[in-house]
């Protein structure tokens, strides 16, 4: 079991940390929901509709709430987000707010906020896979 664990660890840093040659289980276990399903199937539809329709949301009104989201669900603490934004704590808690209120969530409940974090966690790896699988043409 721990070989299993170990092997599909180097497979999801090679995805998530290329370049970094050794990567422990810890580091890119949230991941591994992500690159499980992706072997069987489509795993966008696990995002949660809330990241969506943040998304379009921000698309519509050129707002960036998906990346404030993002990065509160990724910090964990209101503080260290709005230091990582470059922003006044009391705006992020105003922007958190204005987000619950656009996709109707309680950001206070910890299973919706657990949904949202996997949902950052497929978003990364969907992101970083498809940098992998649409290499750039090499200039010759």
């Known amino acids: 079991?721990?070989?299993?664990?170990?092997?599909?660890?180097?497979?999801?840093?090679?995805?998530?940390?290329p370049g970094d040659p050794l990567a422990r289980y810890e580091?890119?276990?949230?991941f591994a929901l992500a690159h499980r399903a992706a072997k069987t199937g489509d795993i966008a539809c696990y995002i949660a509709p809330q990241i969506k329709q943040l998304r379009k949301y921000d698309d519509e009104y050129g707002t960036e709430f998906?990346?404030?989201?993002?990065?509160?669900l990724l910090c964990g603490r209101t503080t260290a987000a709005a230091e990582r934004l470059c922003i006044h704590k009391n705006t992020l808690k105003y922007r958190l707010e204005r987000i619950a209120?656009?996709?109707?969530?309680?950001?206070a409940d910890q299973d919706a906020l657990f949904v949202l974090r996997q949902s950052v966690y497929i978003?990364?790896?969907?992101?970083?896979?498809?940098?992998?699988?649409?290499?750039?043409?090499?200039?010759?």
């Open 27 to 30: 580091e890119v276990a949230m």
């Open 1 to 17: 079991n721990q070989y299993i664990l170990t092997c599909e660890a180097v497979e999801i840093a090679t995805i998530m940390k």
């Open 123 to 140: 978003e990364q790896y969907l992101e970083k896979k498809a940098m992998f699988a649409d290499p750039a043409p090499v200039a010759g």
């Open 101 to 107: 209120k656009i996709v109707d969530i309680n950001l």
């Open 66 to 72: 998906c990346q404030t989201l993002r990065t509160y």
